[in-house]
């Protein structure tokens, strides 16, 4: 059973190697420029790192294939270098020894690039996924559009000076009769 067992974890890790390398067909290069976007804030990049970077995309491959139970041992990292550069590839959960297509992983990254910039304190230039461009945020959409406000708040005071406009003459003619009924009346006086 042991013999087993460690000859299964042996065989996992070779599939593994097989799996991620520079020509993967899945596989993806990452650039971080830490010192670029920290300055002198900028953190090393370890092992734990690596394992934050793995546990960030598995979250990413569980949101996007909703009922699959993606782990950090499913994603596959390789060619590490001193620069902060790797490739990375992504298993099935059920099975290892395949990968998960680069649609679906392309994906995960644009879906959730936010969180990726936002877990690594990073920008969009200074975390790279070479071969994943980055969107440009949704265009915000409104409810109701910012003209249309615009134009009921212009045709109200449009309105609401008509209708003074309305009562400013009506109460002028008003005005005139009254002086007039009381000029006729101050000739009908002066008369008697």
């Given at each position: 059973?042991?013999?087993?067992?460690?000859?299964?974890?042996?065989?996992?890790?070779?599939?593994?190697?097989q799996l991620?390398?520079?020509d993967?067909?899945n596989?993806y290069?990452?650039?971080?420029?830490?010192?670029?976007?920290?300055?002198?804030?900028?953190?090393?990049?370890?092992?734990?790192e690596?394992?934050?970077?793995?546990?960030?995309?598995?979250?990413?491959?569980?949101?996007?294939?909703?009922?699959?139970?993606?782990e950090?041992?499913?994603?596959?990292?390789?060619?590490?270098?001193?620069r902060?550069?790797?490739?990375?590839?992504?298993?099935?959960p059920?099975?290892?020894?395949?990968?998960?297509?680069?649609a679906?992983?392309?994906?995960?990254?644009?879906?959730?690039?936010?969180?990726?910039?936002?877990?690594?304190?990073?920008?969009?230039?200074?975390?790279?996924?070479?071969?994943?461009?980055?969107?440009?945020?949704?265009?915000?959409?409104y409810?109701?559009?910012?003209?249309?406000i615009v134009?009921?708040v212009?045709?109200?005071?449009?309105?609401v000076?008509l209708?003074l406009?309305?009562?400013?003459?009506?109460?002028?003619?008003?005005?005139?009769?009254?002086?007039?009924?009381?000029?006729?009346?101050?000739?009908?006086?002066?008369?008697?």
């Open positions: 059973m042991l013999r087993t067992l460690s000859l299964l974890l042996c065989l996992s890790s070779a599939v593994a190697e991620c390398r520079q993967a067909p596989g290069k990452v650039r971080l420029s830490i010192e670029t976007a920290l300055g002198k804030e900028a953190y090393v990049w370890n092992e734990n690596s394992f934050f970077f793995r546990s960030t995309l598995a979250f990413a491959m569980r949101q996007q294939l909703d009922g699959h139970r993606f950090e041992s499913n994603i596959q990292m390789c060619n590490e270098t001193l902060v550069s790797f490739w990375f590839v992504v298993t099935w059920d099975d290892p020894s395949s990968t998960v297509g680069g679906e992983v392309e994906k995960a990254l644009r879906r959730f690039r936010a969180r990726f910039n936002g877990a690594f304190l990073l920008t969009d230039q200074t975390l790279e996924f070479l071969g994943v461009p980055p969107t440009l945020p949704a265009p915000v959409s409810d109701t559009e910012p003209w249309l134009f009921a212009l045709m109200s005071l449009i309105c000076l209708v406009l309305a009562l400013l003459s009506r109460r002028k003619k008003r005005m005139n009769q009254k002086s007039a009924f009381l000029e006729q009346d101050a000739v009908v006086f002066t008369q008697m």
